[in-house]
């Protein structure tokens, strides 16, 4: 048995420093699996995940946009889905000024959060060159959905801008917010008129009602936000609000604003505050 196996062993020793010569086919199909080998979780991954591009915005000034649109990125981005933010080109950044921009980004036009599954592009006010087409709205589009597979936009109230309207057609959600001032609300409806992009891409808007609690909640204030918000309509069908977030903690989003910092990085048990606005694609929370 001892001088069986040696001889097996001597044999296998002395075939493996033969060489042996693989035939172009051979060569190719081993150089593809050897690729597939090396980053598997990268092509399953991208697989997994459906892209799209959300906007969101305000009917007026301070009605929470930006902040839901922020702090919505970076919670599903602390999932592992890759994430891109940006505001409406050509426009002043918030989140320059928000995010103290120029101490955390290190001199670049990204911001990168979340093991940088998160990407935030802002643009320096200093860099702005506020004279721009639609193609180039439409170039500029294209390319930032390229670098993830989901895309929030930050409209925040400049949705009667040209950019805005254009950048409404394209995306595959419009999130409307606006909050507990009804006096406010009223006053926009009855006295602005209808915006085009409400009636050409009604079925991509989401009515979100910010800032709330549960005294607006009750269903005879909610007849009259939503009769409200019919005024732009034209037809008996009556705009439905799809989604209620509360008002936040008042000392915890003060003090992440003095910090510089969005409230879920230095609270991340809020996170569920913003749960009706999770979606679910694929079996995976978004």
Known sequence: MFHQMSRFVSRFRDLEQQEFSHSIEEERQWKVLKEKLASPQIVEQQESY???????????AQAGASFL???????????????????????????YFALDFERRARKTSLLLMQNNHLRIQIESPAQI????????????????????PIVVIDVSSYWNDIHSKQIFEHADEI????????????????????PAWWRTERRKIKMIANKWNS???RTSIMKKV???L?????????ARVTNMIPLMDGEKTAMASAKANLLLE?????????????????????
Request: with cysteine; hydrophobic share 40%.
């Open 50 to 60: 459906q892209r799209k591009c959300i906007v969101v915005m305000s009917l007026y």
């Open 69 to 95: 649109a922020s702090n919505l990125a970076y919670a599903w981005s602390g999932k592992g889905i890759p994430v891109t933010l940006s505001e409406l080109p050509k426009v002043t950044s918030y989140y």
């Open 129 to 148: 060159q506020h004279e721009s087409s639609q193609t180039d709205t439409a170039n500029w589009l294209l390319r930032i959905c390229k670098d993830s």
């Open 175 to 194: 999130w409307v917010v606006f909050d507990a001032d009804l006096a406010r609300l009223t006053r926009l409806f009855l006295l602005e008129p209808v």
């Open 215 to 217: 005294q607006l909640s």
């Open 226 to 228: 939503e009769g409200t």
């Open 230 to 238: 019919s005024l732009w309509d034209q037809q008996p069908v009556a």
């Open 266 to 286: 230095l609270f991340p048990e809020e996170e569920s505050e913003f749960q009706s606005l999770i979606h679910a694609y694929k079996g995976r929370m978004l």
